[in-house]
């Protein structure tokens, strides 16, 4: 359940930012992996 939620988290974001979210993927993806990787 809390997954869920995260996931619609997510695609709220997404629909409320998604300018921000296309200018800055390559930081996003960047910044996800470092967190994967720390």
Do not use: K, Q
């Not at 996931?7 to 997404?14: A, E, Q, T």
Request: aromatic share 16%; glycine share 2%.
């Amino acid at each position: 359940m809390e997954l869920f939620l995260a996931r619609l988290d997510i695609d709220n974001m997404y629909n409320v930012l998604p300018d921000f979210w296309l200018a800055n993927r390559y930081i996003v993806i960047i910044f996800c992996l470092s967190g994967v990787v720390i």
